[in-house]
């Protein structure tokens, strides 16, 4: 190439090559239409949406022009107007205008057929492509229900009708595995005809529905519930109603479903549901009347009704007429006689008839009684008039026999109840005067002698004084005071000779009696024999008082005493105290190391008696508390020198209580309760070491306690505390219960080795200990002889915690807790030593 030209290497003229050969390609591409999806024949199911798409390929899309969808009939089809609802086919431009597309909204069978697609190409040339849209039927389920009820014993065909174009083929499942056409089963168009259904063709059956040609494949599975026809249960061919009473029946029948039931009056083939007074339960077929009257008397049928079938039986119901008492009258007769007492009875069927003494269980029975030869019970019926008459008939009659009686008739229907009376006669009596004291006044107070004797019928009264009716006296100093049955007489003793023996005569017309009552003068007691101290302490002392003798009728109301101390002369300074003849006879309030004189009078009605010659009786200084008391009954009483035993009721805890002591002097500011689980043994107590617990306790008398051993033994002691120190303990034995919570320890394995090596151990030393005394005895040998050779240490050697240990030995229970605060106290000298105690007290004879 010339040297003004451009020099071309081999790489541009290569690619200059495919440029000019791809530009040649392009103007050789042939226009066309393509429809999307590709395939030419589109082959979908009824009912489905479908959407084809027209694109022109093309060198210059510009170019197109009227692209456009037509179907088989070539009309062309429009697109869809604004606002206008989707019509079942219609175009609609997308991708910019680029392509058509073609929407089926829901395909039908009309709807297959060729749909073409054409367009104008540079206005010369026209292009068109078309496509094969064909239409099937899906598989419907024409009649097949999901749930689906055969009868007991009956053939029944399981419905799965299956509609599909091209036809299905239908095939049948149960439990996954095939059912094939044989024996009890056979595959129908229709279903599966099962015969002679039975209760164990309950189930789940799959009808299955495929489509060779589509390859659709379908699944219904249908539940099958075997129904059973209701059978009643056989009723009783007589039911018995009570007239007057509720009526309840219960009518049994078995089915599936369960049946509901209907009672049916055969007279008037009416619902018994809709009668007042009956009703009936249609899920249980019970059969209720509130109120059986006599036209209930019919034939009743019951009726069980379920989807599978029904089912009835049928009864009598007979109405009973319950018994009525309609005579039973009270009767009144002399003692000694005989008493009929006569009972008359109406029922259906006729009632039975006894007699009973009210308030007892035992009833007379027909004939002679064995209890009681003079009584017979005899009894008539009479069925036409429904009717029974029962005789009770009591000979030599007594008091005794007076009381109320029930006559009893009973039927099939019910019992009937009635009360009645014997009345028994008889003379006046006293007896129940005979033992009471005579009258006592005293100072001209009237007295009343009150009289009524035991009579029926009822007794008059006349008084009598000296064999002279008091009534003919017309004395003002008596006076005749009536009351119904008894009759008062009322004495005013303003002489001497009023007190004396009145008579109370009672007469009725089977009888008299009489009755002597006496009036006497009441006078004060006699002076105290003798009234010693049983125990004293420093501020009380209990006495035992032997009161005076008092006459029947006049008891000693009261116990006075008077004290004092003993070098005060006036005894108008003195102290008085009272008690009633059955407390415990306690004076408190005494002041400790104090002598003082006592003198003792006994009360009645009329006064107070004389004084005592006073005795003298000093207290003692202040000291510890009383032993305290607990307010437990124990189940075992030991020997003095043991304890009470006391039981628990309950397994885990107790609740101790006591009294509060006397105090001595100085008040008691804390208690201390001690216990310790442990056993007796040849009478020896021995504790669980280390298992005691021990508490002080400052406000209350009582104790609660607690996370105790089931149906073990607890030694409990308890101290009262003051300023001076610890009572004497009191000692208990507590028992705890068995109780649903005792559990029988059993050691762990790890517990049980180191009890086992315990005693190994233990039998090591104690054979090494006898084999060392041994050696000591015979040659000097051995730790024990070893031992004796030492020289002995004094007691100086001693160190201080040896000697501490030892004295909490001796006195375990002395310790005093830490109160908290700070107590006064004051020091008394009493001319023999000093005596320290608590509080702001200084004495006269005090020194500090």
């Not at 008839?353 to 019926?381: A, H, K, N, P």
């Not at 009770?392 to 229907?413: F, V």
């Not at 009360?603 to 003692?620: D, E, F, M």
Request: glycine letters at 6%.
């Amino acid at each position: 190439m010339a040297s003004g030209g451009v020099k071309l290497n081999s790489a541009s003229i290569t690619i200059l090559c495919w440029i000019t050969i791809l530009g040649f390609a392009q103007c050789q591409k042939i226009p066309s239409l393509q429809i999307m999806p590709a395939a030419s024949v589109q082959r979908k199911p009824v009912g489905n949406s479908l959407l084809l798409t027209c694109r022109p390929d093309v060198p210059d899309s510009t170019l197109i022009s009227d692209l456009r969808w037509s179907d088989s009939r070539n009309m062309t089809i429009p697109p869809k107007a604004a606002g206008q609802s989707s019509p079942p086919i219609y175009t609609e431009s997308i991708a910019g205008g680029q392509a058509l597309a073609l929407l089926f909204n829901s395909l039908q069978e009309s709807m297959a057929g060729v749909y073409y697609c054409a367009a104008s190409y540079s206005v010369t040339e026209q292009l068109a492509a078309s496509v094969l849209v064909e239409t099937y039927v899906a598989i419907t389920w024409k009649d097949a229900p999901e749930d689906q009820r055969p009868i007991l014993g009956e053939d029944y065909i399981v419905r799965c009708e299956v509609y599909a174009n091209p036809p299905a083929t239908v095939d049948w499942l149960r439990d996954g595995d095939p059912i094939k056409s044989s024996g009890r089963y056979v595959i129908e168009n229709r279903g599966l005809l099962i015969r002679n259904v039975s209760e164990s063709d309950d189930g789940l059956y799959t009808c299955r529905a495929a489509v060779i040609s589509t390859g659709e494949l379908a699944k219904r599975v249908i539940r099958v519930e075997v129904q059973i026809k209701p059978e009643v249960q056989q009723l009783p061919t007589v039911l018995n109603a009570v007239e007057g009473q509720s009526f309840s029946y219960l009518c049994n029948a078995t089915g599936k479903p369960v049946p509901e039931f209907q009672w049916i009056k055969k007279s008037t083939q009416q619902n018994v549901a809709d009668i007042d007074r009956f009703s009936v339960n249609a899920l249980t077929g019970q059969l209720d009347i509130s109120r059986v009257e006599q036209d209930d008397h019919d034939t009743y049928t019951c009726v069980a009704k379920n989807a599978a079938g029904i089912s009835e039986s049928t009864t009598k119901l007979n109405v009973l007429i319950r018994p009525k008492i309609i005579e039973f009258m009270n009767i009144t007769v002399p003692e000694g006689q005989e008493a009929v007492l006569a009972c008359r009875a109406f029922g259906r069927p006729p009632p039975e008839i006894t007699f009973r003494r009210y308030g007892t269980t035992e009833e007379y029975r027909v004939g002679l009684q064995v209890s009681d030869d003079r009584i017979v019970l005899d009894m008539q019926e009479n069925a036409e008039r429904s009717e029974t008459i029962g005789n009770l008939r009591i000979s030599q009659l007594d008091k005794t026999d007076d009381g109320l009686y029930d006559c009893i008739a009973r039927n099939p229907g019910d019992v009937a109840y009635k009360v009645g009376h014997i009345t028994v006669e008889y003379k006046p009596n006293f007896d129940h005067l005979k033992a009471l004291p005579p009258v006592y006044t005293w100072e001209q107070r009237p007295a009343n002698l009150s009289c009524f004797a035991q009579a029926i019928p009822n007794a008059t009264i006349e008084w009598r004084w000296n064999d002279r009716r008091v009534a003919d006296l017309y004395d003002i100093n008596m006076k005749i005071e009536e009351q119904g049955f008894r009759s008062d007489l009322i004495i005013t003793p303003r002489e001497h000779r009023y007190y004396t023996s009145y008579k109370c005569v009672a007469t009725n017309r089977l009888g008299r009696d009489e009755h002597v009552m006496e009036l006497r003068e009441a006078r004060i007691p006699e002076a105290v024999a003798q009234a010693k101290p049983r125990s004293v302490s420093a501020t009380s002392m209990t006495f035992d008082i032997i009161p005076p003798a008092f006459e029947k009728g006049l008891p000693i109301t009261a116990m006075s005493v008077q004290y004092k101390e003993e070098f005060n002369p006036d005894w108008n300074t003195a102290m008085n105290r009272t008690w009633s003849p059955d407390s415990p006879y306690i004076v408190e309030g005494l002041r400790p190391q104090t002598s003082y004189s006592f003198r003792f009078a006994a009360r009645n009605v009329v006064g107070l008696g004389p004084w005592s010659a006073y005795v003298v009786h000093s207290t003692p200084k202040r000291s510890e508390p009383e032993t305290p008391k607990t307010l437990h009954t124990p189940i075992q009483e030991e020997d003095e020198e043991d304890d009470a035993i006391v039981a628990s009721p309950y397994a885990d805890h107790f609740e101790l209580r006591w009294n509060v002591p006397v105090d001595n002097g100085e008040p008691i500011n804390f208690y201390r309760v001690k216990f310790c689980p442990g056993s007796k043994v040849n009478g020896v107590w021995t504790e669980l070491e280390g298992a005691c617990l021990e508490e002080d306790i400052t406000t209350t008398t009582h104790y609660e306690m607690r996370d105790l051993q089931a149906d073990t033994y607890y030694r409990i002691e308890l101290l009262a505390h003051n300023a001076i120190g610890f009572s004497r303990p009191a000692h208990l034995l507590l028992k705890t219960a068995r109780g649903i919570d005792v559990v029988l320890r059993v050691d762990d394995r790890a517990l049980s080795s180191a009890a086992v090596i315990g005693i190994v151990v233990g039998c090591v030393l104690l054979l090494l200990l006898v084999i060392d005394i041994l050696c000591c005895l015979i040659g000097n040998l051995g730790l024990l002889a070893m031992m004796c050779r030492r020289t002995k240490r004094s007691p100086s050697d001693l160190g201080d915690e040896e000697k501490l240990g030892r004295d909490d030995e001796k006195q375990p229970l002395n310790t005093l807790p830490d109160v908290g605060g700070k107590m006064n106290s004051s020091v008394e000298f009493d001319g023999r030593g000093v005596q320290i105690r608590s509080g702001e007290i200084i004495g006269k004879n005090s020194a500090v």
